[in-house]
């Protein structure tokens, strides 16, 4: 095992305990990412000088000298985001020090490269990117998911062993499912989001990729500026709701996601019962439309009319759909928010997390990224947010564990989902879940990041 | 909405807006619509009579109690 194989902390520990070289690791994962990223494409840039600056400079913080990669959605003090995309909409934005750049910096993290991602945010699947499509390492002809498809591939296919994404409807959980990762997508307004795009906000997070939950205790904890404690978990109350959720699922997903519930059960001796979430029918439609709307503010028909044909076909016909929702339409969302809301803060006096599947389905293929479940045939982005989107409607915290591979060789990923502020909840969770599979799924790596 | 009407929203919406689209970008929008207009068909019908609104709602805390109104 070469050093960048280890998890985030082991990194960390290695090099504080001056076992490790800091500038001898990056220059090791300059030259990683230069040899495996054309087969993946999850690093879209890396700037040699400004990691070795920021090397030069890192305080000796609980992640000096590691190296770990961030989402284009986020703004560093040499480059803008750009979104996965060609043009950008409205004025160009400018370089910054965006939040996460900050607390990466601050905890004596090394940035060196900047992820993938699925153009404008607007996809689950990451197939779209002016970058060209970000590949799953497991299958690179499949999906690594979106829309932070780079961070999830860069840490699958080892590049670094964590990456800063972001998570409006689902963005960190999917690749993380995708990708055998685990993802979290911390409480609304815990992690900091200085610097985005859409400082408006009510749904999106940044948030860790990471391989472990450990890990994403680690970085995670650097994006919410405070060391995240952890406990046991004997005794935990968890919730299933009944129908879609699980049943309009593929076979594989659902035998893994319960073999793993239950195996929690039995080693921790946590209960699950059956519980429903009021409003539930219009999750889907009601976390895609607040999601999907929140940053139309600065789009005016004429910055629409101006994109040109680099931007993607879907990209141009979306925004334009987007400007015929009725605003009733937006109004009735917000009052599917309450309800969900409302919902699960009483539920949440009942449980202590919610479960069900990520994903529906593992990846699908980049060139068609439809799946195939017991109710027909649909696109990636469709089905997806209905087992994503509440976390984000809510505010609630969410995470995404890997519990299985597929027939085909593909990860598959179990999400907890805790009342507000209860992250430290989950990651406790995700660990118990990583013990009770022996660790079988979380130190797995795909035959590519094997070389 | 049938293809042809969805077609004539979306053309006639856009012209108020004072947007073109071309073919490929209006059989685009019909596709997405035909996959999303009934969840989106289903909450408009929604009443959502008798709910309580969340005032100042702040999505990093659970919702106020009514009596913390």
Redesign the interface.
């Known amino acids: 095992m070469e050093f960048l194989d280890l998890p985030l902390r082991e990194q960390a520990a290695a090099i504080a305990a001056g076992d490790a070289d800091p500038s001898e690791v990056l220059d090791a994962a300059l030259r990683r990412i230069e040899e495996r990223n054309p087969a993946v494409n999850a690093i879209v840039e890396t700037f040699e000088d400004e990691s070795l600056r920021m090397l030069a400079e890192a305080p000796r913080g609980p992640l000096y000298g590691v190296p770990v990669t961030i989402k284009d959605e986020w703004p560093l003090p040499w480059r803008a985001e750009r979104l996965g995309a060609a043009q950008h909409i409205g004025p160009p934005p400018q370089p910054c020090e965006s939040g996460p750049y900050r607390a990466l910096r601050d905890a004596g993290a090394v940035i060196v490269g900047v992820a993938n991602m699925h153009e404008y945010g607007s996809g689950s699947t990451g197939h779209i990117s002016a970058y060209g499509a970000a590949r799953n390492p497991w299958d690179t002809e499949r999906s690594p998911g979106g829309s932070s498809s780079g961070p999830a591939a860069a840490v699958a296919a080892r590049l670094v062993a964590g990456a800063v994404g972001a998570d409006g409807v689902g963005s960190i959980r999917y690749p993380a499912a995708y990708c055998g990762l685990t993802g979290l997508k911390p409480?609304?307004?815990?992690s900091t989001m200085l610097g985005h795009h859409v400082p408006q906000t009510?749904?999106i997070v940044s948030g860790p990729l990471c391989r472990d939950a450990a890990d994403c205790r680690l970085l995670g904890g650097v994006l919410f500026g405070e060391v995240l404690g952890d406990s046991q978990v004997d005794g935990m109350r968890i919730g299933v709701v009944p129908g879609e959720l699980w049943d309009d699922c593929q076979p594989a997903v659902v035998e893994a996601c319960r073999e793993s519930l239950d195996a929690l059960r039995g080693a921790t001796g946590a209960s699950v019962s059956d519980v429903e979430i009021e409003g539930r029918?219009?999750i889907?439609?009601?976390s895609?439309?607040v999601g999907q709307t929140e940053d139309l503010a600065h789009v005016t028909?004429?910055r629409?009319?101006a994109l040109g044909e680099d931007v993607s076909?879907?990209a141009?016909?979306?925004l334009?759909?987007r400007?015929?929702i009725?605003a009733?339409?937006i109004a009735?969302?917000g009052?599917?928010?309450?309800?969900v809301?409302?919902s699960?803060?009483e539920l949440?006096e009942r449980v202590d997390v919610l479960a069900w599947p990520t994903v529906a389905a593992p990846a699908p293929r980049l060139d068609d990224t439809s799946v195939e479940l017991p109710s027909g045939t649909?696109?990636a982005d469709?089905v997806n947010p209905r087992q994503g989107g509440i976390a984000n409607l809510?505010?609630v915290p969410a995470i995404s564990v890997p519990v299985g591979r597929s027939p085909e060789g593909l990860p598959m990923g179990l999400q907890l989902i805790a009342?507000?502020?209860r992250d430290e909840l989950l990651l406790d969770a995700a660990e118990a879940l990583e013990r009770v599979n022996e660790r079988r799924w979380v130190d797995a790596a795909p035959a590519l990041a094997s070389v | 909405m049938t293809p042809d009407s969805s077609r004539d929203y979306i053309e006639s919406g856009l012209a108020v807006l004072g947007l073109d689209a071309g073919d490929d970008e209006i059989a685009v929008i019909q596709a997405v619509h035909a996959i999303y207009g009934p969840p989106l068909d289903a909450l408009l019908a929604e009443g959502f009579d008798g709910i309580l609104h969340e005032p100042g709602a702040d999505m990093s805390e659970p919702p106020r109690t009514d009596s913390e109104r």
């Open positions: 409480t609304f307004g815990r009510t749904t029918e219009h889907l439609i009601a895609i439309l028909p004429e629409i009319e076909l879907v141009r016909a979306l334009r759909y400007m015929l009725p009733v339409a009735k969302a009052e599917v928010r309450t309800l809301r409302r699960l803060a949440f649909y696109p469709y809510a505010g009342a507000w502020g």
